[in-house]
């Protein structure tokens, strides 16, 4: 009845893609602060070299730092070239690898989530045509359906747990892809580069649109009724076990008890056959004597009847309280589950309506960019 999340394989490949693009960026990186270290460099030469050809100095020295000027411009603009190539290789991944498998990721999450929802919504109406009667429910908790109850604990656990962690994850996944992308459209520019008379034109690649689409929409999600729905049904299937760990104590309680009275019973009986012909004679001889003391007002017998009988009372009150326990478990639970079970599942179909129509409208997102058949 429980269904788990399990995110579309495109999901691993999409992170894979960001292996050959992170060595890039390092690479990048480097050239940029080696680039930065060369640009204060040349800067420094540059006002050098003003300085003097304001003062005049000797054609000499001026062409030696003239050179150094030259030099410093050259490698400059070949570890740019270098920058550039790289760039345009981050691109290329992007456009060729990363985009085609988010689009992938898309594709199979819309599917999952429709999936989803129309499991959900047969669940739902399970549920609403359950008829919950304490008549056919089990007289005890035995310890099979107690170690069952145990495991369903977990599990409703697990699913709040890694649910939660669905949400959040894949959100933290588009805001950092939407946080690198925006670095990633700012067009490289170098101050010693010749001077454009047009300003550098922008392209807009469709994984923008995409994610900017899926960022909006994700945070327009409201998936805290679901996780509070899924969080309540783990409580439910809590208060359960406590209720049925009550019962199991009572049972072990009574199961001690009948074996006490059980014991002293046969203890009693054993002993009633040993003492039976001399406390007819002791009474006898204590009737024809006359005398009553207080020893002979003790009786044996009757003291012993007395401890019996108390004990088979403690045992029937022990059986009404594990009887009571018994039928305040089946109670718990199916009026627990009475109520909670539609809650859940009412949650769990909006929840995935939502999350599916959230990816059916990315997915027409993508079909703006998907070439026609008679483009291919």
């Known amino acids: 009845m429980i269904t788990s999340f399990r995110l579309p394989r495109a999901v ?26 060369m640009k204060i460099e040349y800067q420094k030469k540059i006002a050098s070299l003003n300085k003097q050809k304001k003062r005049g100095r000797n054609s000499e020295a001026l062409e030696k730092t003239k050179a150094a000027v030259k030099y410093l411009h050259t490698r400059y603009m070949v570890d740019f070239q270098a920058m550039d190539s790289t760039s345009s290789e981050i691109q290329r991944l992007r456009d060729e690898q990363l985009y085609p498998n988010l689009v992938e ?58 649910s939660e962690k669905l949400f ?8 950092a892809l939407n946080n690198w992308l925006r670095l990633n459209l700012i067009p490289i520019e170098s101050n010693l580069k010749e001077k454009v008379s047009s300003p550098l034109k922008t392209v807009v690649p469709p994984i923008h649109e995409l994610l900017q689409a899926w960022h909006g929409l994700l945070d327009q999600l409201a998936y805290s009724v679901a996780l509070q729905g899924i969080k309540s049904f783990a409580a439910i299937i ?7 760990q ?50 002979n007002n003790k009786d044996p017998f009757h003291e012993r009847k007395i401890a019996i009988d108390a004990l088979k009372k403690k045992v029937e009150e022990e059986d ?5 326990a018994c039928k305040s478990t089946r109670d718990i639970s199916l009026r627990s589950l009475e109520t909670g079970l539609p809650a859940l599942f009412h949650a769990l179909v909006g929840l995935s309506r939502n999350c599916s129509e959230i990816y059916k409208e990315l997915h027409l997102v993508t079909l703006k960019y998907k070439p026609s058949e008679n483009e291919q």
């Open 12 to 37: 691993m490949r999409s992170q894979r893609c960001w292996k050959p693009i992170a060595c890039i960026i390092t690479q990048i990186s480097q050239i940029i602060k080696a680039g930065e270290l």
């Open 168 to 175: 959040i994850h894949q959100k933290q996944y588009i805001d």
């Open 320 to 324: 009404a309280k594990h009887k009571r």
């Open 105 to 162: 990721l898309v594709e199979g999450m819309e599917k999952m989530w429709k999936s989803m929802y129309d499991c959900h919504c047969y669940q739902e109406k399970i549920v609403a045509d359950l008829r919950f009667d304490t008549s056919n429910a089990p007289e005890e908790t035995t310890k099979q359906h107690h170690e069952r109850t145990l495991q369903l604990q977990r599990v409703a656990n697990e699913w709040h747990t890694q």
């Open 238 to 244: 809590s208060r359960i076990v406590s209720q049925q």
């Open 246 to 295: 009550e019962e199991l104590k009572q049972k072990k309680i009574c199961e001690e008890v009948h074996t006490e009275f059980e014991k002293k019973q046969r203890a009693f009986k054993e002993w009633e056959q040993r003492n039976k012909g001399s406390e007819e004679l002791d009474g006898t001889e204590a009737k024809n004597d006359g005398v009553q003391t207080e020893a």
